[in-house]
């Protein structure tokens, strides 16, 4: 079980912010923001990648009702969702970052001088720029 399945199966805490049958949101353990919330359906998908459609519908309502019970949907907010290896998924277990409570940054991630692509051709690409 990833720890999100255990959180889900409430073998280890978290810090709850709203709950449905299928969805949980608990606010982030190591905040990247004033408000940083995750969403998450109850049943364990890798990531977007791998999500239907249907849970998505549901899991929109739910991060609206997320972001209006905390005031953010009036504020403003942002979702992020991490996926694989290059999106920086260290979870894998499906989830939104909602996060808020203050106006956030917004800039440039790639990985100044670590940074490389999968093919020469993507590489050519970037010389471009
Ligand atoms: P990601 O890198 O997109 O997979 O994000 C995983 C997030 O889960 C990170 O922001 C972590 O701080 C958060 N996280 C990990 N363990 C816990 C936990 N037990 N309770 C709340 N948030 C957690």
């Known amino acids: 079980m990833n720890i999100f399945e255990k959180i889900v199966a409430g073998e280890i805490p978290c810090n709850k912010v709203h709950e449905n049958e299928s969805y949980l949101a608990f606010h982030d353990i190591s905040p990247k923001a004033p408000i940083h919330i995750l969403a998450i359906p109850k049943k364990c998908y890798t990531s977007f990648q791998d999500v239907p459609p249907s849970v998505m519908a549901g899991l929109t309502s739910f991060i609206q009702e997320v972001a209006h019970k905390v005031g953010l949907d009036q504020s403003g907010y942002r979702i992020i969702s991490n996926i694989g290896q290059d999106g920086g998924q260290e979870v894998p277990h499906l989830h939104f970052h909602i996060l808020g409570g203050g106006r956030l940054s917004w800039g440039d991630f790639r990985e100044h001088g670590a ?10 690409n970037k010389k471009s720029l």
Request: net charge negative; proline share 10%; hydrophobic share 10%.
């Open 115 to 124: 940074m490389h692509s999968h093919s020469p051709k993507e590489d050519d």
